[in-house]
């Protein structure tokens, strides 16, 4: 999925490559588009990752930066003509900005800048998710009306599901209320839910780009999730992260309690996208029809509410396993031969 050690090979052959200005051109109208469209919103981003994969890294960075103005004239615009704040339209500028700036620093770190701007894919993505979440935070007080609305949806929903039996609905307008939605969205957000969230765009975009390089650009974009392996060090960072949490939840001491979810949900996706790429490199070994039927069952039980969280707690451990157990090793058959380049 992320390779662990450094750039993408095929970006790095890339250098030296002129901009494509006119393809970076329609991807920065086409990313700009995406942002004001409700349905196809989420894939704001994927413009970026299909220039990082089809031309080079400059084109990347150009496509991100005509995006960036874009965007920001259009929201200013639209401030204007709306009469709200321009002081939300700037926080949604720099928002927007940093979170394009993230993914395309997972997708084409810069060649010059030192260590810092080239660390591992894993790392970069962490970083990068960690910092989309705090930099939501002084967007907060703007989003607090519209959520506050969706949030009175929903509850009416479940009420008015719940007419029949008075019982159920004596309890849906006690506690399903705006408010106990709220409360439970910012519990959630606060504890990991946002860094997830990021880390699922992020991995999602970065996907569907090598999908789509690999299918029209016939070329293979990345590696497979069969090769993604997180760092050894992770399973320090999981087992301190629980000893905070239950630490934090003694005393009380919520500065402590929040940063350890946090980390504790960036370990567990981790380990759930090892666990995956276990599971696929398995299935890959298989025979089309044995591989067929599985995929199948395992998407069964990803809709399968309730079963889906032990299938995925499942990878996780199987993630974790493998700091133990190599089970992707490959196996000799024959004796090891002496000669270093056999």
Not at 72 to 83: E, F, M, N, R
Not at 282 to 291: A, Y
Request: glycine letters at 10%.
């Amino acid at each position: 999925m992320w390779r662990n050690n450094g750039p993408n090979p095929a970006l790095a052959a890339q250098r030296g490559t002129p901009i494509a200005r006119l393809p970076a051109l329609a991807g920065a109208a086409v990313c700009v588009g995406c942002t004001q469209s409700g349905i196809v919103g989420f894939l704001f981003l994927l413009p970026f990752g299909v220039m990082a994969f089809w031309y080079n890294k400059d084109t990347a960075w150009f496509c991100g930066l005509l995006a960036a103005l874009g965007y920001a004239a259009l929201s200013l615009g639209i401030s204007l003509v709306s009469g709200q704040g321009r002081r939300f339209a700037l926080l949604n500028v720099c928002y927007f900005t940093l979170i394009a700036a993230g993914f395309l620093w997972i997708m084409a770190p810069p060649s010059r800048g030192g260590r810092l701007l080239r660390v591992p894919a894993v790392y970069r993505i962490v970083l990068a998710s960690a910092a989309g979440a705090v930099a939501l935070i002084p967007l907060l007080g703007d989003i607090y009306p519209p959520m506050r609305s969706q949030a009175e949806f929903f509850a009416s929903l479940y009420t008015a599901a719940s007419e029949a039996d008075a019982v159920q609905r004596s309890l849906a307008e006690r506690y399903i209320t705006p408010e106990a939605i709220l409360e439970t969205a910012r519990f959630l957000a606060l504890r990991g839910g946002a860094v997830a969230a990021y880390m699922i765009l992020f991995g999602f975009t970065r996907q569907f780009a090598a999908v789509l390089a690999l299918l029209f650009r016939r070329g293979r974009a990345g590696t497979s999730i069969t090769c993604f392996q997180a760092p050894t060090s992770i399973i320090w960072a999981l087992s301190c992260s629980l000893l905070g949490i239950v630490f934090g939840r003694i005393t009380r001491l919520a500065p402590l309690e929040i940063p350890a979810w946090n980390v504790l949900v960036i370990c567990g996706i981790l380990y759930l996208v090892q666990g995956w790429g276990i599971l696929a490199y398995f299935l890959g070994r298989l025979r089309p029809l044995g591989r067929l039927l599985l995929n199948l069952f395992m998407v069964f039980l990803i809709m399968s509410p309730g079963i889906n969280a032990v299938f995925l707690g499942a990878l996780i451990f199987l993630g974790i396993a493998e700091n133990w157990a190599p089970f992707r090793r490959p196996k000799h058959n024959g004796p090891s031969s002496s000669t270093p380049g056999a």
